[in-house]
Structure formats: structure tokens, C-alpha cells
């Protein structure tokens, strides 16, 4: 922008979705008073050592087959180096030199992708927060397993890295690895951001970006940032290599600390934990494990059930809805009408009354259910919306519901006629009309009724009754 | 032989599994010893007194209810002050630990307490294991039963001199580059380095990780051999420790003499920078392995010279980060508490809680694994270390075990170890090459100095054969008595 290429690159960090945590039996729990889910190896106590949790291994090598990362067969873990309360060892248990895994690559744009430079593991650290009495340690989060992935900086606009961000989230999400909430931290990301004269091959200073709590927050932050930076070059200033906070409220950055002078952080392999050392097997059994990742159902979406490309992209993006949405298939709907009801109605309905899908009260068969008696005719689409409403809030059954709504469709024509009677005394001019040749004029009478049926009344009938009572009148 | 009746540890075992003996009364005989003994030695930083009366009052009914009491079966034992025992306090000899209670027991302490044995209490140590004279422990001076103007050696040198003056049949120690080996052989007792990763090392408090091994020190190899088939295999807690390996008192039963033992003596260890006495007792003790039956002959390990450096680098690259936990902030002692900062907080707290040793090595390792100076050093220690390693490899496939001298001298004067760090740091030589490679080694009594010191001989064998050092220790055991003799106290 205004004669400067934008360069990008993020580090995103993965909780790996296990039980206990990467080195100690301790349980992973996003909630929990302070310091209640710590076991001595994550208060970094003497004597104590970590012992390797054999399911973040999996779920972490699952992660990099799902980005098309190389897994390596022998990599190794080390200690990173510095003084901090949130870190009761004096150092991290990271992996430096040898990583799980090397390239890999996500999409960043409709027909981008950006290069992955690694993916490695490594466990978390505590939480500070600081109070006017002091700063307070809680360790429940140390030494959570998570999976640092590390691009290239191969992103050229903000909205690049937002895509990127889906991209990660989706597969991430899909292959079981993590729930990737970057809300309640389980995916967090920093981003590199620099810029050079168009043209340039050489990359500018760059400037790490964090505390980006949302992708959205990224992007916006990368935006503010580009900007800053344009406007320091243009004025012929130079950018300074830093860390920098973003205030989401204010819209801007502040600067944190100077990178300047790179810390050293004395990696050393890790003498407590042998090189992880995995065999071909156990890779391809993690292999199977991944499943279908979103690019590969939306094109089995899209031929198995023909479904338009805006509908496979909404199925697609979270895997639950796209399992949910064959379980409702699978019940015997129409996939069309399987789809809409599911994008539509359920999923709104759901998100106004704080669950998620998993929590549904209404079952894909009873969706099904719902949809076949639109299509026989028992519930019109107006009335079909009010049952799903109450199966929502009630434990019935479909049809318990139609029936305790009173919306049976109502084709009973000795029910209609009284109804029929009392439009053409109301009416009189529309029959009038009608028989002068209007067609159009019947729709006030049909409309009558069907106010007084509550939308009741089944069309084809209420149609057949007017026009024979009208030609005998 | 009639000396060792009764205070060996399968003699006491066996006299309580019998009946013959109650643990309590052995307990409180141990008890009444140290009190009488211990305040001039100083073997002890405490008894574990009220704790070792309730096991060993346990262990009597459960004899009583006929139960099955294991192998070690109402024996004391004391531990060295940095494995972990529940509810004790623990330091390993530092003040910045002075008062961190034990929440868990360390593996190896758990297993001698499953098969019944009384823990007696914790003894004194260098400072985190640094140290080869339990000099530089920040609680009290240890001596030497021998002499009291000479050092036990060390770091185990609390653990050595409790068995040398009969505190203990046994005592718990931990190897790094030495500290059990070196402090039995100058005490006059038997001290056995495992293979790395056989005993497990939860619970033990780290000095460099790669290289710590827990061992113990008795007056024979036959019950540390006991003691070994107790506390060997796996441990989900480390994930350094090997698989299981058939016991080793089975191979010891019944061996009467050498015969078919091939025995290598490596020139580079039998003979520059050692005392002269120490290589006649060495000479000596070949001689005696010649004649009842092993066949010896000379082996080389070209790449030793390079072990002492190598082995300084590592351990002080691995002590720095192992050491780095204790800042202070969460447990342990803590400096200054009016610091302005963390930072600073931190800073006293370490500058004012290690001892000089400790801060030696700390900054070492810390120069040692720096950007610029990693590949320089620590890498190429690693280098040199897996030479050492070949070395041995090599020697083994012409020998069963590799001996030579456990210390070049005997026993210093206090205070007469040399003040330069490096020139002490060679006293090491002798032992660091087994552990560097990880190789199971031994020490055994083989006679004293013209002035009375006692002379320790060092058997080495390959990975995972302890049970041929016990071996080899324990046969000549069988034709010597130079494990049975006693300081006058």
C-alpha cells in the first residue's frame, strides 16, 4: 500500500485437547480455583520430573499431517531459558533445533497458501494477573500441552492472515486436535508484521504483535499496524524492531519492549526426557485417526448431495454441523431442505438460547421428522417454524407438538365452511370482482379465513370450496 | 568374618523375618550409636527418630501377624539429604532450601520402604552434590571416621562415613561424577554407581540430570547387591530409566572365585597424577584378582583425558538449568523480602542462598550453554563424551570389567583440597569416564595408606552388568577383609 509491500507472518499457539498435561497426570481444566489443577512436576519441585503425556504426542502429530507438515521421526525436546514467577522451572519445556515437525501449509485466500516453517511442542506457562496488593501466580495452566505453528512470511495483507486463521482453526478443529478458542485462550496468536518498498526483496524491521484475542483482533491489529508503519516510513522515519500490545478498545498499539537485543534463552536438550523417537506405524495409525478435513467434505458435499457451493462452505466449516447435517440425511430428509432447516432455523435458534449443538434438545431425527411433515402436507412452513420452536423448549416428541399447538392443517370442509360463509358476507364486493374475471380478488377471502385458522387451513381445499361455492352462489 | 555378625544388612533382615531380633531394638541400637557417635563424626543432619520407631514398631507386628516383611525387613537405612522423603525436611546441604518439607517420597526411598526398610534419617552432603569433601554442605563439617582432621570425601560423604562407623549397614547415596565411589573408597566401605537410569530418580533433587545417579554405600557388595534387586526397573515417573534387568544377587550366590573373568586395567587411570600408595594397594589388588582366577590384562581408553573438562561442562551446563527453580518465588528459601522487584528478589535470593561452589558452577554452565559460546562448549563436550563412551565400548569387547584406583589420593587433611577449582576439579579423573558413559562401577576397600587411610579400588563394567561389579567385589571380599576392618571411634 501507497508503494510499500506488506509482510506477515504469524506464530500460532494450539492447545492440544488431552485430559492431563503435556509432562504431569494433572488435569486440563479451563476452569477451577487457582492452583487446584497443578501435580509437583508443574510446580517445578525437586526431585520432580516430567513424564511424557503419550496423547499430546498423538494429537500434536496429528496436527502437523492435517497441515501437511513433515513429521520427523526423531526430534527432541529442550529447555528454554528465563526468570519469571509464571514459570516455576526457570524454563520452558520447549523444542528448539530438532522439531516434531518441518513446511506444512494453510490457506491464506480464495487461491493463496502460506508456507508453514514448523510445528513444534512445547507445554504452557502460568497465568499472572496484577492487583494493587501484588501479583498473583496461578499455575492451573502450566505445563498444558500446546503445538506452536510457525509461518512463513509469506502473507501479504491482514485479511490474508484472518483467512489463514480460519483456514488453521477449521482443520485444527475438524482433526480432533483442539477446540481452538481463541476467547478462552486454546489458540493464540502473535503476528510478525514489516513492511518494504515495493519491489524489495529485502524485509523491513518487523514489529510482533500479541495480546490478539479474536482472528478478527488480528486483522484489525495487522490493519492499525500497516498503517503506523506506512505513515512513520512515508515520513521518512524508521521503524524500531518491537514487541507491541494491541488495545482492541482504543484501536491501537502500544509498544511493550524492544527486540532490539534478542534474548538468550540457552536452549539445552532437555537431559530429563530421551529424544521422542517415533515410528512410521504410529504416524500412520495418527493418519487415520484425522479423518476428513474441511477442503475434503465440501467436495463430498458437494457431489453427494449436489449441494450449492455457499451451502457446502456453511456445512463444511465446523465439523459437527457437517455430521449433524448427515444424521439428518441419513433420517430420510431431503438434503436441500436438510441443510436450510439446519443453517437457517436450528442453528440460530440454538445460538439465541446459549447452546451448542451438541446440546440440542432437538434431535436430527425429529429435524427430520419436522421437514416430512411439512412435505405431507400437516404443517404449512409458517406452522413448521412454531413446532421447532416449542421442540426447542419442550420434551415432545413432533407430532405431540403439532397436536399441543393445534397447527394440524386443516382440510376438513365442513369445518371450512361456516369460516368460507362468514368471508363472503364480509366480502362481498371481492366475489363480485371475482366473478367479473379478478382471479386475484380470491385472495382476500382466502386470506380471511386462513386468519381465522391461524394459517390452518390447507390451501388446495379452502381453494376448491370458494371457487365451487362462489360459481353455485 | 565373625566382626560382620549381625550387622550386615541380610544378617539383620533375616534375625527379624526369624524372630530372633525385633526391629525396634535394632532401631533404637543404631539410635543410642549415632547419639553416641555422631555428634563428634557428623554424618547425620537429623534422624528421622519418630518416623523409623513407628516402621520399625510396624514391621514387628506385622511379623507377628505373620506377614511377608521383604527382603529388607526392619534393616536402617539412612538417606542422603537430597532424595525426598515424605514429610521430612529436605535440602540438599543448602541454605536455600533450609526448610523445604518433602510432599512425596523418591522412588528409590518408596521401594526400600515397600520391602521394609526402617529410614533412619538423612546425612550430609556437598551443596547440591557439588563437592568432593561435604565441605561445602551449608549445614555442618562431616569427618572422616578414620581421622577426625580428614574430609569423608564426598558429595555422599555423610552416607560414607555413616556406614564406615556402623550408624548404618546401609546407606543411600547419589553418583554424579563420582560421589559415592569417591567417598566409600576414602571412608574404607563399598559404594556402588548403577547404570545410568536402572534406579529410578523421581525424588531425588537434580545436580545434572544426565549424569545423577542413585547408588548406595554398605560394608559389602553382597548387600548392596540386596539393595539393588530392590530398588532396579522402570519408573513411569522417569522417563530416563531403563528397562528391567534380571536381578543380581542370583549371579553372587555361589561364586567362589574368578575364574573366566576377564579383567582389564586401563593405563591412563593406573598411573599419572595418582599417589604412589595408592597405585601399590591398586598393584596389589590386581594381583589378588590373578590368583583366585581372573585373567588380566592391560586395556586403553585413549579419549579419558578429555573426560574431566567434558564432564565439567556438561554437569555445570545441566546444574545451571536445574537450578534455576529455585528463585524464590515459590518455595524454598526467599532473600530479602523488602526487594523492590521480582528481579532483584530473585537475584538475593540465589546470591544469598547458594554457597560459592554452587555459584561457581551455576555461572559456568551458564557461560557454557550461552549463544556464541553453546557449540564451543557444550556441544563439544557432548563430543568428547561419546568418545569416552566408544572408548569403552571398545575396551569391552576384550574384558568383562575395567579396574583402576576410585581416588588418586586418600583422604585429605580439611581445608588442604586445592583452591583452584580446576586443579580439584582433576581429583575427579578417576571417576567422571564411567559416568559419562553411564556405566555401573564400584567401589571396594583394597587396604590403606603407610598412616592408616583407607584405599578404595573401582571396578567398571558395561552398561547394565552391575551385577559383574558385585561380583568381582563381592568374591574378592570373599578372600580379603579389608571391607571388615573398623575405625577406632
Known sequence: ?473 | MTRDHGTSVRSIATSIQNGDRRAVDVLDEQLDRIATVDPRLGAFCETFTERARDQAAKIDRRREAGEDLGALAGVPIATKDNLLVQGEIITAGSRILSSFEAPFTAASVARIEQRGAVLLGRTNMDEFGMGSTTETSSHQQTRNPYGDDLVPGGSSGGSAAAVAADLCPLAIGSDTGGSIRQPAALCGVTGLKPTYGRVPRYGLIAYASSLDCVGAIARTADDLAVWLDCVSGPHKGDATSIAALPPTRSTLADRADLRGVRIGVPRELNGPGIDEQILARTEEAIAQLREIGAEVHEATLPSVTHAVPAYYLIATSEAASNLARYDGVHYGWRGDPASKTQAAMTTQTRSSGFGEEVQLRILLGTFATSIGFNAKFYEKAQLARRAVQHDFDRAFADCDVLVCPTSPTAAPRFGESADDPLERYLWDALTVPASLAGLPALSTPCGQTDDGRPVGLQVIAPRGHDDRTLMVAHVLQRHTDHHLRRPQL
Not at chain 1, 209 to 219: G, Q, T
Not at chain 1, 435 to 445: H, I, N, R
Request: with cysteine; proline share 5%.
Open chain 1, 1 to 473: 500500500m501507497n508503494g510499500y509491500t506488506t509482510v506477515i507472518g504469524l506464530e500460532v499457539h494450539v492447545q492440544l485437547g488431552t485430559a492431563s498435561k503435556l509432562f504431569s497426570p494433572a488435569p486440563v481444566a479451563a476452569l477451577g480455583d487457582p492452583n487446584t489443577r497443578v501435580h509437583y512436576v508443574d510446580l517445578g519441585l525437586p526431585g520432580a520430573l516430567p513424564r511424557p503425556n503419550r496423547r499430546a504426542i498423538e494429537l500434536a502429530t496429528r496436527a502437523a499431517l492435517a497441515l501437511d507438515s513433515e513429521v520427523q521421526l526423531r526430534s527432541e525436546f529442550a529447555r528454554k531459558h528465563y526468570f519469571y514467577p509464571d514459570l516455576p522451572k526457570g524454563y520452558q519445556i520447549s523444542q528448539f533445533d530438532k522439531p516434531l515437525a518441518l513446511g506444512g501449509a494453510v490457506p491464506c485466500g480464495p487461491n493463496k497458501t502460506c508456507r508453514l516453517h514448523r510445528l513444534h511442542v512445547e507445554e504452557d506457562a502460568g497465568k499472572l494477573t496484577h492487583t494493587s496488593i501484588g501479583t498473583l501466580v496461578d499455575l492451573n495452566r502450566a505445563g498444558v500441552a500446546l503445538v506452536e505453528i510457525v509461518s512463513e512470511p509469506d502473507m501479504r495483507r491482514p485479511d490474508e492472515a484472518r483467512a489463514f486463521l480460519h483456514h488453521l482453526r477449521d482443520v485444527m478443529r475438524f482433526a480432533g486436535v483442539s477446540d481452538c478458542d481463541l476467547e478462552l485462550g486454546s489458540m493464540r496468536c502473535d503476528a510478525n508484521i514489516s513492511l518494504m518498498p515495493d519491489g524489495s526483496e529485502a524485509f523491513g524491521k518487523k514489529v510482533e504483535l500479541k495480546n490478539l484475542n479474536s482472528i478478527k483482533m488480528v486483522e484489525r491489529a495487522l490493519e492499525y499496524e500497516e498503517r503506523r508503519q506506512t505513515a512513520i516510513l512515508a515520513a521518512g522515519g524508521t521503524i524500531i524492531s518491537e514487541t507491541r500490545g494491541w488495545h482492541d478498545e482504543l484501536g491501537e498499539s502500544r509498544s511493550q519492549r524492544s527486540k532490539e537485543q534478542a534474548p538468550d534463552y540457552r536452549y539445552l536438550p532437555d537431559p530429563d526426557l530421551p529424544p521422542l523417537m517415533l515410528t512410521e506405524a504410529f504416524v500412520a495409525q495418527q493418519r487415520q485417526q484425522i479423518g476428513e478435513l474441511p477442503e475434503q467434505r465440501r467436495a463430498r458435499f458437494h457431489a453427494q448431495y449436489g449441494l450449492a457451493e455457499h451451502d457446502v462452505r456453511s456445512l463444511a466449516q465446523d465439523r459437527k454441523v457437517g455430521d449433524w447435517f448427515e444424521c439428518v440425511v441419513t433420517a430420510g430428509a431431503d438434503s436441500k431442505l436438510a441443510c436450510n432447516w439446519l443453517i437457517e432455523d436450528l442453528l440460530p435458534a440454538l445460538r439465541d438460547r446459549g447452546l451448542h449443538l451438541a446440546q440440542s434438545p432437538v434431535t436430527p431425527d425429529q429435524l427430520a421428522a419436522v421437514i416430512a411433515l411439512v412435505q405431507n402436507k400437516t404443517l404449512t412452513q409458517r406452522t413448521s417454524r412454531q413446532v421447532l420452536q416449542h421442540l426447542l423448549d419442550h420434551d415432545v416428541t413432533p407430532n405431540e407438538a403439532v397436536d399441543e399447538l393445534r397447527l394440524g392443517r386443516i382440510a376438513d370442509e365442513a369445518q371450512l365452511q361456516p369460516l368460507i360463509d362468514a368471508a363472503m358476507q364480509e366480502f362481498p364486493q371481492a366475489v363480485k370482482t371475482f366473478l367479473a374475471g379478478k382471479e386475484k380478488a380470491l385472495d382476500a377471502l382466502k386470506g380471511h379465513v386462513m386468519k381465522a385458522t391461524r394459517g390452518r387451513a390447507d390451501h388446495e381445499v379452502l381453494d376448491r370450496m370458494l371457487r365451487a361455492i362462489i360459481a353455485s352462489a
